[in-house]
T-cell receptor, first 116, second 113 residues
Framework: EAGVVQSPRYKIIEKKQPVAFWCNPI?????LYWYLQNLGQGPELLIR????????DSQLPKDRFSAERLKGVDSTLKIQPAELGDSAVYLC??????????????FGPGTRLTVL | QKEVEQDPGPLSVPEGAIVSLNCTYS??????FMWYRQYSRKGPELLMY????GNKEDGRFTAQVDKSSKYISLFIRDSQPSDSATYLC?????????????FGQGTILTVHP
């Protein structure tokens, strides 16, 4: 079974430029998560989707960050404009979404963003 | 103060040693407790999860939860060089917030031959 796919793996941009990250979850997984992981820190949830619906976006900085999950499968996370402090790893995860004990989240390898 | 505190280490042990990793937390609503392992340049992978207080064992790994002390532990027996990674604890309140994980900052572990 293929895992969570993310692209690109690495991205270097200059500040004030836009950037987008793409995620393809595991087939059949209804729930999709975007996390931010700063160096030396644990992941922090940015947004959670149940199918097409964003059910928790309370931690998403909406002034510059946006996300979408069209048709309840793939998802894109965008930053516009990027700031120096956005340099981090952006992780995508997916789960079956059963809201039951053992609903494991599977993580992709992440996109490492460097803002110069 | 962060909701979940984890000693970042780094921790270096010889092969075969018993490793103890710990987290403390402040949110008494946390009910689900997990340990993830993250290799360099990879995403985290779930090692173990426990519900409420108690112990859970899986091979060389044992997870303990003490809700009265708001303290969780992961023990690794007979540690191997392949166990070298960052270990992250994570917690959730459950219910509709089950998928909302709060992570510790991770402990870097190196097991040397």
């Amino acid at each position: 079974e293929a895992g969570v796919v993310q692209s690109p793996r690495y991205k270097i941009i200059e500040k004030k430029q836009p950037v987008a990250f793409w995620c393809n979850p595991i087939s059949g997984h209804n729930t999709l998560y975007w996390y931010l992981q700063n160096l030396g820190q644990g992941p922090e949830l940015l947004i959670r989707y149940e199918n097409e619906e964003a059910v928790d976006d309370s931690q998403l900085p909406k002034d510059r960050f946006s996300a979408e999950r069209l048709k309840g499968v793939d998802s894109t996370l965008k930053i516009q404009p990027a700031e120096l402090g956005d340099s981090a790893v952006y992780l995508c995860a997916s789960s079956k979404g059963q809201l039951a004990v053992g609903d494991e989240q599977f993580f992709g390898p992440g996109t490492r963003l460097t803002v110069l | 103060q962060k909701e979940v505190e984890q000693d970042p280490g780094p921790l270096s042990v010889p092969e075969g040693a018993i490793v103890s990793l710990n987290c403390t937390y402040s949110n008494s609503a946390f009910q689900y407790f997990m340990w993830y392992r993250q290799y360099s340049r990879k995403g985290p992978e779930l090692l173990m999860y426990t519900y409420s207080s108690g112990n859970k064992e899986d091979g060389r790994f044992t997870a303990q939860v003490d809700k009265s002390s708001k303290y969780i532990s992961l023990f690794i027996r007979d540690s191997q060089p392949s166990d070298s990674a960052t270990y992250l604890c994570a917690m959730s309140e459950g219910g509709t917030s089950y998928g909302k994980l709060t992570f510790g900052q991770g402990t870097i572990l190196t097991v040397h031959p």
